[in-house]
């Protein structure tokens, strides 16, 4: 499914600060901000996320989900009762972090922003389809891991958050090369 981004592009700033650029390294003399294509790229591929909330008392909730780029919004579902939907409820603001776990390779990346309920049918039909393109046979299949979950979403027993970033962060590492970008919407 092919993914309309929003006319502006966000912009793209490198922190110094923690990259390369104040401590250089061979091959490290012209680092820059990622592209937002890249780190764009990384968000559609990615298959789990860590979804940080916050509890009404100010203690964090942090837990996995998976999730859907579409549109330039970054989609999620949970259950009514669960606690990040409670804590969505109090603060709808959240952070949705992906990415891998080597010291030396890899895009790691951080979208904050403002969780909303979809509720539009038209929508929800659109982020159905960009969940089964993503994950296939793991919602699609009888035996997926999410089979039914579309349905789940058109029932109501599963509520679908879009996450539109108001900020997002690149934190990028090719062999001691360190990259650290800030996209602002």
């Known amino acids: ?11 793209a700033e490198l922190d110094a600060r923690y990259s390369s650029a104040l401590n250089p390294r061979p091959g490290a003399a012209d680092v820059t901000a990622t592209a937002w294509a890249e780190g764009r790229r990384h968000l559609e591929a990615a298959e789990i996320f860590w979804l940080s909330t916050v509890r009404p008392d100010g203690r964090l909730h942090v ?6 780029w579409h549109d330039g919004v970054l989609y999620f579902s949970t259950g009514a009762g669960e ?3 409670r804590n969505l409820a109090h603060d709808g603001h959240c952070a949705l972090t992906t990415g891998g776990n080597s010291l030396t390779q ?6 904050e922003g403002t969780a909303e309920p979809v509720a539009d049918p038209a929508t929800l039909e ?3 389809a960009a969940y089964e393109a993503k994950y296939g046979p793991h919602i ?7 089979h039914g979950i579309g349905d ?3 029932k109501g027993h599963a509520t679908v958050y879009a996450v539109p970033p108001a900020t997002a962060y690149g934190f990028g590492r090719d062999n ?3 990259t650290h970008t800030r996209w602002s919407f």
Do not use: H
């Open 1 to 11: 499914m092919p993914t309309q981004e929003p006319v502006n592009e966000p912009t």
């Open 63 to 68: 837990t996995p989900v998976i999730a859907a």
């Open 83 to 85: 606690q990040k939907a």
């Open 106 to 111: 890899g895009l790691d990346l951080v979208v």
């Open 126 to 128: 659109r982020v159905i």
């Open 140 to 146: 699609t299949s009888p035996e997926g891991t999410f």
């Open 152 to 154: 789940s979403f058109r």
């Open 176 to 178: 001691g090369v360190y």
